[in-house]
């Protein structure tokens, strides 16, 4: 190893050791033990893709997830096929696009329909983890009862962790998460005319 070798690897290990230094004393520093609220929303692509990764890593730990499936109730969905053989039950809105639909009182009834089996199992202390898929759409048009949604979601059992996708989340779940992921929209095939793909897109 050359001289200038030997000094790039000594900085490199100083600059290491530092930084390993800084993350072991914020992991020392993490004591409290409970179930965390997600909110993942924003513009870009991927944010029920998050979720359900989420939901994927929790069954693959032996836990038990649960799933509320909101506005894209019409399409085929991969994660479903796989996550309802491994055990994690799913409520689906089951009506597709509000502007597929174009019927509000409609949308809202079957919107009211999941959201009672998710409130069962955002009580349920037996569930690890809750999807709340596109959920920030309910509140965003006012499907559901803005109140009532964040109190189940507040008082859920302590251990229990909440995951709420869709864009434009409102300020309120924003201040409750524990964790807010913003997905931001810089490219999009589905703008260039490239048509949604079976096992990518859903």
């Not at 994690?88 to 949308?107: E, H, I, K, L, Y």
């Not at 859920?156 to 998460?177: N, W």
Request: aromatic letters at 6%.
């Amino acid at each position: 190893m050359s001289s200038d070798d030997s000094k790039l690897q000594e900085k490199h290990k100083v600059k290491s050791q530092k930084h390993k230094e800084k993350v072991d004393a914020r992991v020392a520093k993490a004591k409290i033990e409970r179930g965390i609220m997600l909110v993942i929303t924003g513009n870009g692509k991927g944010k029920s893709t998050a979720g359900f990764g989420t939901v994927t890593r929790c069954v693959g730990h032996g836990q038990k997830a649960a799933v509320a499936q909101f506005i894209k109730g019409k399409w085929e969905c991969g994660e479903r096929n796989l996550l309802e053989k491994n055990g994690v039950p799913f409520a689906v809105m089951g009506t597709g696009f509000t502007w597929d639909t174009q019927d509000r009182t409609a949308d809202i009834e079957a919107a009211t329909e999941v959201w009672n089996q998710a409130k069962v199992y955002l009580a349920d202390p037996q569930v690890d983890v809750v999807l709340l898929d596109e959920m920030t759409y309910m509140l965003g048009y006012d499907y559901l009862d803005k109140e009532e949604v964040l109190t189940a979601i507040q008082n859920r059992p302590k251990e229990q962790s909440v995951i709420v996708t869709g864009r434009g989340a409102i300020k309120e779940l924003r201040d409750m998460a524990d964790t807010v992921s913003e997905i931001k929209d810089e490219k999009h095939a589905f703008k260039a005319g490239i048509k949604a793909r079976r096992g990518v897109d859903w």
